[in-house]
């Protein structure tokens, strides 16, 4: 399967946007980007998908490079209630299983 | 729609023990799934299955059984907790077509074994 490297943690201030990086070089024509979430003491919850271009909702926008070898997390405006775990997935797998790596932990200063 | 829930919230066993968690989800999923998270790790895949009445094994499977005999029941086994079994276990469910492969997870539960 695809790997994906994130770093360790990031950290940002209150109200300003966050870029989280995602390297994924051997990343296959037919992978999917997807990125969850994981709040302290909770489920993972899932964020955005992407598989070429770029793509937006309502909590976040996702950034692809053109040769799908790296991926960025937009938070446009973080709250503090961002802070969390944040897991670049690539996938599906077969019967669309995940496979989460450590994740890259946010922090959001006040 | 409660979404997917997971029973008991917290549980302590002794080694040697048995008990089941409960996974339920209201929202005619397909797909449903078992994961282990141990501190400062991402989530480790049990066991999973694509319908009623079928289970596969993930990437942990040993030391664990699981049943679907309901389309929104997910059982996870365990027969003789040992302590490296101690971790917070999440349940998950997704539709066999759209969504992106979006998962839905439960609040997880929170085993101990002594």
């Known amino acids: 399967d695809a790997k994906t490297t994130q770093p360790n943690s990031m950290e940002s201030n209150e109200e300003e946007p966050v870029h989280l990086p995602c390297n994924h070089s051997?990343?296959?024509?037919?992978?999917?980007i997807h990125w969850y979430r994981q709040l302290p003491s909770q489920g993972p919850e899932y964020v955005i998908h992407?598989?070429?271009s770029n793509v937006n909702n309502r909590m976040a926008s996702l950034a692809i490079a053109e040769d799908r070898k790296s991926s960025t997390l937009i938070l446009h405006r973080a709250t503090l209630r961002d802070a969390a775990v944040y897991y670049c997935?690539?996938?599906?797998?077969?019967?669309?299983?995940?496979?989460f790596g450590k994740g890259i932990t946010l922090s959001v200063r006040p | 729609n409660a979404g997917v829930t997971q029973t008991p919230k917290f549980r302590v066993l002794k080694t040697g023990q048995s008990m089941t968690l409960l996974c339920a989800q209201d929202?005619?999923?397909?797909?449903m799934y078992w994961y282990r998270q141990d501190p400062g790790m991402g989530l480790r895949l049990i066991h999973y299955?694509?319908?009623?009445?079928?289970?596969a094994k993930g990437e942990v499977p040993d030391g664990y059984n699981v049943s679907r005999l309901k389309k929104q029941n997910f059982l996870l086994g365990l027969e003789s907790a040992a302590p490296s079994q101690t971790s917070v276990y999440f349940c998950?469910?997704?539709?066999?077509?759209?969504?992106?492969?979006?998962?839905?997870f439960g609040p997880g539960t929170r085993l101990t074994v002594l």
């Open positions: 998950a469910s997704r539709p066999l077509k759209g969504g992106g492969n979006e998962q839905f």
């Open positions: 051997t990343i296959s024509g037919t992978d999917y």
């Open positions: 992407g598989l070429t």
């Open positions: 997935i690539l996938g599906p797998g077969a019967n669309s299983k995940l496979t």
């Open positions: 929202m005619n999923h397909e797909y």
């Open positions: 299955s694509v319908g009623e009445g079928t289970t």
